[in-house]
T-cell receptor
């Protein structure tokens, strides 16, 4: 079974530029999460999808972050414009439903200069 | 919303000794408590989990205990080995929104 795929693995941008991350969850997984992990901290939930609907986006900074999950499969997370404090690893995770294990991708490491 | 606190932030134990990491949660509706291990530069991976209808669960050298009344749960690793060195995260899932909230992590180092 293929795991959660994420790209790009690394991205370096200047502040005020934009960036997009892509995630392909495990086939059949209805739930998809985006987490932000700043160095030395635990993953912080940004947004949770159930199929193509948003379940929770209360921690997503909506003035600069956006996310979508078209057709209930792949998802993209966009940051525009980026700030220095957005430097982090962005982890995508998927799960079969509300009660199961989360499977994480390798993450996308963002450095904002 | 749910808040998960984890301690200690760093832990160093002698190889062969036991390690204990503790977490507390705030939402009494939470019903699922996973523990993830994250090695340097790698993805978090589930090592053990427990549901609210169970007080203890064991898998070889690792065990998790849950005290629903006190709203805390702990990870126990016995006979620690060098490969146990990593960052460990506890987490809690609430029953309503099904979102999983993570603790801040514990960096475990095993001394030879």
């Amino acid at each position: 079974e293929a795991g959660v795929a994420q790209s790009p693995r690394y991205k370096i941008i200047e502040k005020r530029q934009s960036v997009a991350f892509w995630c392909n969850p495990i086939s059949g997984h209805a739930t998809l999460y985006w987490y932000q992990q700043i160095l030395g901290q635990g993953p912080k939930l940004l947004i949770q999808f159930q199929n193509n609907g948003v379940v929770d986006d209360s921690q997503l900074p909506k003035d600069r972050f956006s996310a979508e999950r078209l057709k209930g499969v792949d998802s993209t997370l966009k940051i525009q414009p980026a700030k220095l404090e957005d430097s982090a690893v962005y982890l995508c995770a998927s799960g079969k439903g509300a009660a199961g294990e989360l499977f994480f991708g390798e993450g996308s490491r963002l450095t904002v200069l | 919303g749910e808040n998960v606190e984890q301690h200690p932030s760093t832990l160093s134990v002698q190889e062969g000794d036991s390690a204990v990491i503790k977490c507390t949660y705030s939402d009494s509706a939470s019903n699922y408590f996973p523990w993830y291990k994250q090695e340097l530069g790698k993805r978090p991976q589930l090592i053990i989990d427990i549901r609210s209808n169970v007080g203890e669960k064991k898998d070889q050298r690792i065990a998790v205990t849950l005290n629903k009344t006190a709203k805390h749960f702990s990870l126990h690793i016995t006979e620690t080995q060098p490969e146990d060195s990593a960052v460990y995260f506890c987490a809690a899932r609430d029953s309503s929104a099904s979102k999983i909230i993570f603790g801040s992590g514990t960096r475990l180092s095993i001394r030879p």
